[in-house]
């Protein structure tokens, strides 16, 4: 099928429904058009979406938010598609790229509470709502009196449930809170160092078909290069790992200089295993340069003990 666009056609962005989803496909929609392009969405509903009842890591892990997208793609139905790259498997589909990586907004995980200001404040006992692995390995290595429950649902839906009174505090990602204008929601931001971010959290990347050089052009102004090769390194930590949501693995990196230095962490989620945590460092120009940082990282993880995705959890 042939579905090149032409110079009037509109580009057309594939993006989930939710308010989040609509306003990272918004804020893409109006940087394209600014450079004087065309552009419509196509809301669509993922699996991940309608799968509530189930943590992600035991029905498919975060591909079930990107694959519908994909099949719009590839059907020709849209063009691009517009994702939290943390929700982006570390391996894309055969045929499709990551054409793009903007600049990113705050990477670090915030603490959401009525009635606490900080996770220090927290009684004994007290239940924290996530459904990541990370999450709760790294709220359970600062706090292991505390109950971690599951919780799922976009970002409205999970405010709702604190709000309902089924969580004495949870965490989400600052960045999510930011874009919708909730920032009076964070009691308080996560060091780095306390709560290690996930691989490309709080960065946005833009999936196309391989063969669609056009838009990839396209796409070029809205490359933010620092953060990609960031992002890069991040992910490839993930990737050597075997790493999905079912694994509890962090990875994060920023830049001193033209040095980035990349952090990662691995937690044993039988609580068997001290928490694993490695840092390196290196000077990075090229994505090559990124994702051999990021695996010399994971490298030294599974030296430390740390357990790939096929020798422990899966």
Known sequence: MNTATSPASPIVIATRESRLAL?????????LQRLGHAVELLGMTTKGDQILDRSLSKVGGKGLFVKELEVALEEGRAHIAVH????????????????????????????VSPHYATLADLPRGATVGTSSLRRQVLLQAQRPDLKI????GNLDTRLRKLDEGHYDAIVLAAAGLKRLGLDE???????????????????????????????IAALAPLVHQPTW??????????????GSCSMPLAAHGVWHGDELHL????????????????????????????????????????????????????
């Open 84 to 111: 939290s790259l943390k929700d982006v498997p570390m391996e894309l589909p055969e045929g499709f790229v990551l054409a793009c990586v903007m600049e990113r907004e705050d990477p670090r995980d915030a603490f």
């Open 229 to 242: 090769l960031v992002v890069a390194a991040e992910r490839a930590v993930s990737r050597s790992m075997g």
């Open 263 to 314: 952090q990662a962490a691995w937690g044993d989620l039988d609580g068997q295993l001290a928490l694993v945590q490695v840092d390196d460092h290196a000077k990075v120009a090229t994505l090559a340069e990124a994702e051999a940082l990021g695996e010399a990282v994971a490298a030294q993880l599974r030296a430390s003990g740390a357990r790939t995705a096929t020798a422990g959890h899966s």
């Open 185 to 215: 929601r964070i009691r308080c931001a996560f060091e780095t160092e306390d709560m290690l971010p996930a691989a490309g959290q709080g960065a946005l990347g833009i999936e196309v078909r391989a063969d669609r050089a056009d838009l």
């Open 149 to 152: 429950a599951p919780l799922r």
């Open 23 to 31: 306003w990272q496909a918004e804020h893409v929609q109006a940087r």
